[in-house]
């Protein structure tokens, strides 16, 4: 196996543009070799499996306008990058990550304070934590494929360019989807990301994929997807509409968390969903209303915690339920908690001001009326007597078993539209609007 020569530092004062070769008995990795390109960049770099990383990137001069990585050095193809790629001291506007390239290490693009537009491969499969960490200027990221980017597992927030630098930050970075069958002015095509409705045959969305995104108004995962990844889409701050997902599995960690106009998601009625991530939809304060499936076992902590429901009826299945999962819903007025239910964690309704009915098995009474303690709470063998006010109904009188999820039915008077029932036939408040029978 031929190799770059050892000690690239030392080497690379004397060699400019050509290639020192060593045999080296190693069979799978080359260490500290180096190389010149472009006359004036030397890229030090490891082999391993014949394939490069490049690790350090020195510059004789300063660099301004275009940079683009190589896509092999003396004959390996680059696939992953550890290395600082700009300096803070470049001008450089644009910078292209080229094809081949799947792993961009921690920090590595951390200094594209100057640079404006940015494009990424569709081999890209890992971002390392911070990897985009300074990026103000940072106008553009253009791909060419939606579904790869989909799939990509970014670090943190700080690896994905479209996110914003802070916690309270914003974005204006825009995702931009490359047309190679259609140019303008001698450059192709390049078309704002707004909408996710053709991923078909991804199976993940990766962790931190469009976080912060705030160009995405609707997202549609096709029934391929298994997995939304942790912090898939938090803080998608113009994202209104999450549909499909019928093969979900899990949402994980944060995966919806902060997206303030998300109003209609039916991701957790899919049958093969088990888990429900912590904070999965915390701060989701226009999402008024779920339907979760019956196969779901877990609901995480904080899960729906300052999340705009109405009401919300737990299946019968779930199992667990984490701390804060409901609390600070300032609209639910009624909450019901099947008997499956063996364990819910502490401060589960806490703030829920409007919270008016309760159902659940009795083991949980006491942690629900510190809760909510003005709530009305039933548990046990409650009957409760329908009084249809000159109409019919059938049953008149349904008994609760332990927790047990029911309907009420519709009662039927001529020349009359039901309205719902009260708690009195005279004032009183409106009580249970409707409510899914599980067996």
Request: charged share 15%.
């Amino acid at each position: 196996m031929k190799v770059e020569g050892f000690f690239a530092k030392r080497i690379s004062r004397f060699i400019t543009n050509a290639v020192l070769t060593l045999v080296c008995v190693s069979t799978f990795v080359a260490r500290g070799a180096a190389v010149t390109l472009y006359g004036n960049i030397t890229f030090s770099y490891t082999v391993a499996d014949g394939k490069a990383c490049i690790t350090d990137i020195a510059f004789k001069n300063g660099l301004e306008g275009w940079f683009e990585l190589p896509s092999q050095i003396n004959g390996y193809p680059v696939t992953r990058v550890t290395a600082t790629i700009i300096r803070s001291s470049h001008n450089i506007s644009t910078v292209v990550i080229p094809e081949g390239v799947e792993e961009i290490g921690p920090g590595a693009c951390s200094f594209l304070s100057k640079a404006t537009h940015l494009y990424l491969p569709t081999s890209l499969k890992v971002v390392g934590t911070g990897a985009f960490g300074n990026r103000s200027k940072l106008e553009r990221v253009i791909i060419d494929d939606l579904s790869a980017w989909s799939q990509i597992n970014f670090g943190d927030s700080l690896a994905n360019p479209l996110s914003p630098m802070s916690a309270i930050g914003y974005s204006s970075c825009g995702l931009y989807l490359r047309d190679k069958t259609y140019m303008i002015q001698g450059s192709y095509k390049q078309t704002l990301v707004t909408e996710l409705n053709n991923l078909a045959g991804i199976v993940r969305i990766g962790d931190n994929a469009y976080a912060g995104y705030s160009s995405l108004k609707s997202v549609v995962i096709p029934e391929s997807c298994i997995q939304i990844g942790q912090s898939a889409f938090k803080g998608c701050s113009a994202l209104e509409s999450a549909t499909g997902g019928t093969g979900l599995t899990s949402i994980g960690d944060s995966a919806f968390q902060a997206c303030a106009n998300l109003s209609t998601a039916n991701l957790l009625s899919g049958a093969n969903v088990a888990s429900i991530g912590a904070s999965a939809f915390n701060g989701c304060t226009r999402l008024s209303e779920v339907s979760i499936s019956s196969g779901v076992r877990t609901i995480g902590a904080y899960a729906l915690y300052g999340s705009g429901l109405n009401s919300l009826v737990v299946p019968y299945g779930v199992e667990n339920i984490g701390e804060y999962a409901f609390s600070e819903c300032g609209n639910m007025s009624y909450l019901v908690i099947p008997n499956s239910v063996q364990a819910i964690g502490q401060y589960v309704t806490w703030g829920c001001g409007r919270l008016q009915s309760i159902i659940a098995p009795h083991r949980f009474r006491s942690l629900f009326l510190m809760c909510s303690p003005s709530a009305w709470y039933s548990y046990g063998d409650t009957v409760i007597s329908l009084d249809a006010n000159g109409g019919s109904v059938s049953p008149s009188a349904l008994t609760l078993d332990k927790g047990a999820v029911f309907v009420i039915p519709e009662p039927q008077k001529a020349h009359h539209v039901f309205a719902g029932w009260w708690t009195q036939l005279e004032g009183g408040e409106k009580w249970f609007p409707e409510l899914h029978r599980r067996t």
